[in-house]
């Protein structure tokens, strides 16, 4: 009887190897998938990460997700206020110069847009509007 408890115990010491053999598998094609799905576009991994939350139904990656989705708007969000700041700027920059040109700088105007158009229209607005 003690040999196959012996025996029983080098099965159990396989088994348990065999065991952590998958488990060290299963987590060096996880690390491999996610290399692979760091390196896809942004739009794609997401899209990915949805469908992986759906299919394992894990509340903690669902959370994570709805909070990068949140960050993300309010990125955008940020960014949509910064380029309508500098529109504004740029606008009421625009209007002041239109206001107080005078015959010097017009010319001076024209010179530059005959030198650097897109210059030209950066500093002094579209020619049209002089």
Not at 28 to 40: C, F, G, P, R
Not at 101 to 126: F, L, Q, S
Request: aromatic residues 6%.
């Amino acid at each position: 009887m003690a040999r196959k408890r012996q025996r029983g115990g080098a099965g159990a010491r396989a088994s348990s190897r065999g065991v952590a053999e998958e488990a060290n598998a299963v987590a060096v094609a996880a690390a491999t998938l996610a290399e692979k799905i760091s390196k896809l576009p942004l739009a794609r991994r997401e899209s990915l990460l949805k469908w992986f939350a759906e299919t394992l139904d894990c509340d903690n990656l669902r959370r994570e997700i709805e909070k990068h989705e949140a960050d993300a708007a309010a990125e955008e969000k940020v960014l949509e206020t910064i380029q309508e700041v500098r529109r504004l700027i740029l606008f009421f920059k625009l209007d002041l110069e239109r206001k107080t040109r005078t015959d010097e700088d017009i010319k001076e105007a024209a010179r530059k847009w005959v030198e650097d158009p897109v210059a030209a229209k950066r500093r002094y607005g579209h020619i049209s509007d002089w």
